[in-house]
């Protein structure tokens, strides 16, 4: 279609470049909100129910009222992404405490925002996907589970641009951090996993990371095609010596890492494994039964 994405806000349907919500919002003054990534691949919506459940399970935790059930959530979304007729799409769904005052006191916001943004995104380049990426590991530590623990997508992705930061800094594409025991956590906008004598392994649910949406299928794949996976804590040094490292996300989907803080992992190619898990994922995006159909 031709023309301004149109963004959804709060009933409304606004070309983009008049989106806008007021300063007062606290997902703007204070990054009080919780968000969710969709991809759409030949006008299927990936795994979009799952994404609306984490939505409102981010939601729960931290007491926000999402002022629409999650069948009308994901209708919405679904207008949405039909009214901008692009049946292959990144959707960005968003629910802020909503508009208050200066205090941070979260009873002074009356309604949630609710924006639902349609419009494409590119994590990383061809040259590097196919190449794998460089790594660093972050001094930065993802935050702890009994903290503001990144088990929740919320607003707050501080943590993460501190350690986007450090990597941009030394040329690095991404950053892999770790948890506050000094474990492997993820990447900044991933999940990690390692490849070690064939076996695949990922940090488990306790190092807080995020449960990735993708993560889950791909370890599903990683079973289906045959392959041992195993949820343990990945010490630095395991993944430095690992055989293949990949990562994984809603935008980039199985994404390559062929260096990771200056060391080369495996031959320094994107290692079989990987390729194969790479190879059969990319036929789970626009499977109507992997998502929900929008076109
Ligand atoms: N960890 C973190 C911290 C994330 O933000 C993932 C893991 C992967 O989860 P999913 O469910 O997508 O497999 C994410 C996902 C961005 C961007 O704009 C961020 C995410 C997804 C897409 C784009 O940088 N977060």
Redesign the pocket.
């Known amino acids: 279609m031709e023309g301004e994405p149109l963004v959804y806000i709060d009933g409304e349907l606004v070309p983009k470049s008049q989106a806008k919500i007021s300063v007062f919002d606290h997902g703007f003054l204070y990054g009080d909100g919780v968000f969710?990534?969709i991809l759409v691949t030949n006008g299927v919506a990936f795994?979009l129910k799952e994404?609306v459940d984490?939505l409102y399970d981010s939601a729960k935790a931290i007491c926000l009222d999402i002022p629409m059930s999650k069948e009308e959530m994901i209708k919405t979304v679904v207008d949405v992404v039909r009214a901008n007729g692009l049946r292959d799409a990144?959707v960005?769904l968003v629910v802020t405490r909503g508009v208050g005052d200066l205090g941070l006191d979260p009873r002074k916001c009356q309604k949630p925002t609710v924006v639902i943004i349609v419009d494409k995104?590119k994590?990383y380049g061809e040259e590097a996907l196919s190449k794998g990426l460089t790594a660093i590991i972050s001094s930065v530590r993802r935050d702890r589970v009994d903290a503001t623990t990144?088990e929740v997508?919320s607003m707050n992705?501080l943590n993460?641009i501190l350690a986007k930061l450090e990597a941009n800094a030394v040329g690095a594409d991404e950053a892999i951090m770790l948890d506050d025991r000094g474990f492997v956590c993820?990447?900044?906008?991933?999940?990690v996993f390692i490849v070690k004598n064939g076996v695949i392994y990922t940090p488990p649910r306790t190092s807080g990371?995020?449960?990735?949406?993708?993560?889950?299928r791909v370890m599903r794949l990683a079973e289906e095609l045959g392959y041992k996976v195993v949820e343990k804590d990945i010490t630095p040094v395991e993944l430095l010596t690992a055989d293949e490292v990949f990562l994984?996300?809603?935008?980039?989907g199985i994404v390559p890492v062929t260096k990771v803080a200056g060391r080369v992992i495996g031959n320094g190619r994107p290692g079989p494994i990987t390729k194969k898990l790479m190879e059969s994922f990319k036929r789970l995006l626009g499977d109507p039964s992997e998502g929900v159909k929008i076109f």
Not at 186 to 191: H, I, L, P, Q, S
Not at 209 to 216: E, H, S, V, Y
Request: net charge positive; charged share 25%.
């Open positions: 969710e990534s795994k994404h984490r990144y960005r995104i994590l990144h997508k992705y993460n993820e990447g900044t906008a991933d999940n990371a995020l449960p990735g949406i993708t993560r889950a994984t996300g809603t935008a980039a």
